[in-house]
């Protein structure tokens, strides 16, 4: 079990579920259809098969928590290995929390970003590993962005948010 007192377990998950639960999540998606189809992948699958295997996704150990305090936990996430907010908002930094991404300026026109914050779902789930500097979001980036920048913003985001997190 994490050490983060914001926190609560609910249950064990296998990587299946997981895997299961990041699909029904994005795979049908217009834009992430367009997304993977223009970089030439095949399938949802074939496209996100590298971050599977760069993780060692399906040799961890996955547990659900509900996140208790979303608005201030996290902001101490920090940010995965998407090359593409990588060069945007990551200043050269790796990994670099919720919190510093939303500093930088840029954030604030991502247009994903600013969907969410306009119209937050009221329950989500995100994928995320444990490591030795924290929890690495390698799911749900745009959604920890918008409760960042809501926070830094002043903006209120009422929402349930659940991580299944993989040590």
Known sequence: ????????????????GV?????KGEASLPHWIKYFKDKGFKSWEDWREHDFIRYGCNSLDWSLYKITNPTKTIL???????K???ERYYNGKSHPTFKE????PDLSSNEGV?????????????IGIKTGKGII?????????????????KKKIKTEVKIALGK
């Open 19 to 23: 895997l299961k639960l990041w699909k």
């Open 84 to 86: 593409t907010w990588i």
């Open 76 to 82: 101490t996430f920090r940010g995965g290995s998407s």
């Open 114 to 126: 600013k969907s969410f914050i306009k119209n937050f779902p009221e329950d989500t789930t995100l």
């Open 101 to 104: 991404i939303a500093s930088h």
């Open 137 to 153: 979001v390698i799911e749900g980036m745009h959604r920890c962005a918008a409760i960042a920048l809501a926070n830094k913003e």
């Open 1 to 16: 079990m994490p050490s983060n007192n914001n926190l609560q377990y609910i249950k064990p998950m296998t990587w299946k």
